[in-house]
Structure formats: C-alpha cells, structure tokens
C-alpha cells in the first residue's frame, strides 16, 4: 500500500490590538464560523487549514497552512516574541471601527519583525521601511465591516498600511458567513495570499538553485538574525 507523502506546512502570525477581531477571523478562515464571544486569547492558539496552492493549475498540490491567533493585551507583550520564529507570512489585523487599531499595525510589523518602530510627531507610528525592508507576505485585513461607518470609503480607497507594505488587502464582517464564500474577491484574495506565502517558503529562486543574489545575501542575515 502506498504510504501517503507528508504535507508540507506553512506559519502564518496574526497580529493586531487585543478585541479587533483575529480569533474570529481565524474561526471564519478554518472553521466557516465565528463565535459572537470569542474571549480573550491568552497566549497563542493555532487552527490550521488545508490549502489547494495552485488550484486548478498543473503545479496543484495540499499544504497545511497554520494560523497563529496571538493575543493582543499588552500585558502579554514581552512573551510573545516566543511565537515570531519562524514567520512564513503575516495577517496584520484591524477593526475599521477603530482607527487606532489601524495606526498600531506598524507597531505590531515592527514586534513580528523585532525591529524598534518610528514614532512620527503626528503618532502615526509606522516607518514605510519597516515595510519596505521585509520579503514576508503581508495580507491586511480589516474587521466590523457591518459596522463601519465609513465602510464605503474603506472598501474603495487602500490602507496606507497595505500601501506601504505592498500587502494584499480585505475587509470583512467576520460573523458574516459569506463574507469567504468560494469565488468571492475575499476568498480569492486570500488564497492568493496563501500561494504567495507557499511560494516564497518552497519556491522561491533562492531555495531551488542553491545560488545567492545580494537580496539573497540580504534574506540570509534577516533569517539568520531571526527577522525572517
Ligand atoms: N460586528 C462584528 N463583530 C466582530 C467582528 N469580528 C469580531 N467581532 C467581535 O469582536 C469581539 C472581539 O473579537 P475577538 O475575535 O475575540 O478579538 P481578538 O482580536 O481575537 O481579541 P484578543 O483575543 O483580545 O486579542 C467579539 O465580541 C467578536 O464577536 C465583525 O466582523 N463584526
């Protein structure tokens, strides 16, 4: 009988301020469901995904993808660095009812990536290099579209956070249940976002030929120095 090969798997982190949403996120991408009272995550919980990389193309194949639901309380701060090693991709979460939330996300690119964060005179702390500098697939994600006023104007104009970062971006009612429906431009987005991160860990030039480009070189000392 034919042993069945082993499933390669990718880490995906997902960070953001404590109540935006991530569990539920997370629930709604492994689960198809939302609990309307979630708790606070302490600590780290993972669920995990199977992912068609490729689907429909000659290179198809299963990955698991795990998704890391860190907890956002900043009493947890100092421990959480624990779980940022290694990081495959990152889903930088935050509440479209919540500007804040969506100012602290440089704050958290620069806690995954261990980096000190640029605090501009406005408060809008994030430094477009932080985003620059990392080879790391960023997807933003943006929760409460039900109750986001401004909802229009979010759906239609990109984060400056996905901007700068060059990530993909989606915005979701979490409790929606179509809100990933098969077909639709999330869900579509988001399986990018998985093959994107898939590929950059399993097929990325670096991995298959063996050979170093000063990028390369450059990926090598932030893997090395734990940023990667
Ligand atoms: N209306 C609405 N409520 C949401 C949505 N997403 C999450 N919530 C609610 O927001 C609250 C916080 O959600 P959680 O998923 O626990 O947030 P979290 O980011 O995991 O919070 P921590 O564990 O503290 O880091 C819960 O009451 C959720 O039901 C959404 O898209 N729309």
Redesign the pocket.
Known sequence: MAVPAAIDKVKIIVV????????????RICLNE?????????GCSVEVKLHEYKVGTPVEKTFFVELW?????TSHQNSRSIFYNPVHGMIL?H??TNRKSHQNLGKWLAEVLNRDTYIEPNGYNYDPEQFAGTQIPILVVG?????AQTLRESSFSRSSVAEESGADEIN?????IK?LAPGSTNAVNLSRFFDKVIERRYYSREVLSGHSTPTQERRRFLKNNHID
Not at 16 to 27: A, M, N, R
Not at 34 to 42: Q, R, Y
């Open positions: 953001g301020d404590s109540g935006v949403g991530k569990t539920s996120l997370v629930q939302a609990s309307t009272n979630p708790g606070w995550t302490i639901d860190v907890g956002g309380s979460v509440d479209l929760t409460k579209a039900d109750l979701l009612d979490c409790h929606q809100c």
